[in-house]
């Protein structure tokens, strides 16, 4: 196939460049560059099956060729990101997928849209299934993000619906893993940035909001699998093993060997920041027979590693 992957110099869309490489595809990875970075792709330099264009999907997407399947990537994700760009973060889930879906309508397309645990806000229900509508908070801070993509989830079951396009949407549940950010502000390079730096890792509040850590290649191998599938609803793709941020602390300084400990801080918290987070990932499993591999201390050893590389290179 040749797959256009918008956002392919982000976080997560690089580590796909990678895998539809290595499983002997074509890529283009398209991407305005606003929070991905040329040094997560500069690896795929001179290959020649690999193409990056410089372009803000926001704007008409044009594209010669075939083109097999487009994964719709691009958005800022941290709230540090998505609040330093509220504007761009509601542009990109509304005209961006208007135009990656007008992209894969016209090259007939499979098309398969990144969305987020977001969509559910701050839930009411627990753990999440797909089934569950949310409970957002459309004008509070973290709304521009949340709502960009719950309007983008539904613009694409329209596309489905009205144009019969094959379609997918993934909702991505919290990942982690090499070529995160260090000052993106979620809790991992948080954490990790602190500890590889011999610091006390920051506990906002008490530490008793919960997230589910998946390493990023488990999301990968959950996305391929989707997108290979019939199926056109919704999936979550996220780990159930559900941990409090303070034992997450812990773990994070064990397997760093951080002997700092821990503070508390009750500033810097976001409004509307969930308490919980967990998916229900059943549909994942019976559907896509997706299960995530890499255990949470295996996965950070891993991305600890990477963290280290990036600060002894800037030092």
């Given at each position: 196939?040749?797959?256009?992957i918008t956002?392919g ?8 460049c ?10 283009v990875?398209v991407?305005?560059?606003?929070t991905g970075?040329?040094?997560n ?7 020649r099956?690999?193409?990056?264009v410089?372009?803000?999907v926001s704007?008409f997407?044009?594209?010669p060729?075939q083109?097999?399947?487009v994964l719709?990537?691009a958005s800022?994700a ?15 889930g509304?005209l961006?997928?208007?135009?990656a879906l007008g992209?894969?309508?016209?090259k ?29 908070d459309?004008?509070?801070?973290r ?12 613009l ?5 619906r009205?144009?019969g ?6 909702r ?7 070529r ?6 979620r809790v991992?390079?948080?954490?990790v940035g602190?500890?590889?730096r ?7 509040g008490?530490?008793s909001?919960t ?8 999301l990968?191998?959950?996305v391929?699998r ?5 199926f056109?609803e919704p ?8 941990v409090?941020?303070?034992d ?5 300084n064990?397997v760093?060997?951080n002997?700092a ?7 810097l ?6 308490q919980t987070?967990?998916?229900?990932a059943s549909?994942a499993?019976d559907?896509?027979?997706?299960r ?19 600060i002894n290179a800037?030092t």
């Open positions: 196939m040749r797959v256009l956002g110099a982000g976080f997560i869309g690089s580590h796909l990678d895998r539809f490489l290595s499983d002997s595809h074509r890529v990875a991407d305005n560059l606003i970075t040329q040094d792709i500069s690896h795929l330099a001179g290959n099956h690999f193409e990056f410089y372009h803000d704007n997407i044009h594209l060729g083109i097999d399947a719709h990537f800022p941290s709230p540090i990101d998505y609040l330093k760009y509220p504007i761009q973060t509601l542009k990109v509304a961006g997928t208007h135009n992209l894969a309508r016209a007939r397309a499979r098309f398969l849209l990144a969305s987020t645990s977001e969509v559910y806000g701050d839930p009411k229900v627990h753990p999440q299934s797909e089934d569950y509508a949310g409970n957002v459309p004008v509070g801070p709304g521009v993000y949340d709502e960009a993509k719950r309007y983008a989830e539904a694409v079951m329209a596309y489905h009205q144009h396009m094959d379609t997918r949407i993934v991505i549940f919290n990942t982690y893993g090499p995160m950010r260090l000052d993106d502000g991992v390079p948080n954490f602190q500890a590889i011999g610091e006390a890792l920051t506990v906002y008490d530490g909001q997230r589910c850590f998946q390493f990023i290649d488990d990968v191998e959950g391929v989707l997108l290979d599938s019939g056109v999936v979550n793709i996220g780990t159930t093993r559900e409090s941020i303070l997450f602390a812990k773990v994070v064990r760093s060997a002997p400990g821990i503070v508390f801080d009750d500033g918290r976001i409004d509307g920041d969930p987070r967990k998916p229900d549909r499993h559907l896509l027979d997706w995530p591999q890499v255990a949470l201390e295996d996965g950070l050893t891993r991305t600890i590693a990477y963290f280290r590389q990036v800037t």
